[in-house]
């Protein structure tokens, strides 16, 4: 994660990832999140990319409200760097 902003989501990206809490699907797809930001692909490529799992997920029934809002901080720094 080259960008700035990146670095500040990265931990939180990561706690999720590592919570026993969070339904393993879930997991699974933040660990996909992860991976696109991580890629070599263009910032805005990469941010749509995980904006677009990100939104996804929050919709999921299954989220703690925790869990949602942490998705939801993450997704609103994604929306600065994509601006």
Request: avoid cysteine; aromatic fraction near 4%.
């Amino acid at each position: 994660m080259e960008h700035k902003e990146f670095e500040s989501i990265e931990p939180v990206l990561a706690e999720l990832e590592d919570d026993i809490t969070v339904p393993k699907n879930v997991r699974m797809r933040i660990e996909k999140v992860i991976e696109v930001l991580n890629n070599n692909l263009e910032i805005s490529i990469k941010v749509s990319k995980a904006l677009n799992e990100l939104e996804e997920l929050a919709d999921d029934v299954n989220l703690q409200s925790y869990t949602r809002s942490q998705i939801w901080t993450i997704i609103s720094v994604l929306e600065k760097v994509k601006k």
